[in-house]
């Protein structure tokens, strides 16, 4: 079995990014980098 972990980060921009609606609002906000690492530091 192989499994594909990875991220995806992006700036989330209403204007741009208009095509996300309420069923996909749990992505309507930012994903980069520095906030993943916040998030990965607590888990250690």
Same mark, same amino acid.
């Given at each position: 079995?192989?499994? +594909?972990?990875?991220?995806?980060?992006?700036? $989330?921009?209403?204007? !741009?990014?208009?095509?996300? +609606? +309420?069923?996909?609002? /749990?992505? &309507? &906000?930012?994903?980069? /980098?520095?906030? $993943? !690492? !916040?998030?990965?530091? !607590?888990?250690?």
């Amino acid at each position: 079995m192989i499994i +594909d972990s990875h991220q995806h980060f992006w700036n $989330y921009e209403p204007e !741009k990014h208009s095509w996300i +609606d +309420d069923e996909m609002s /749990v992505i &309507r &906000r930012i994903f980069l /980098v520095m906030i $993943y !690492k !916040k998030y990965l530091l !607590k888990m250690e």
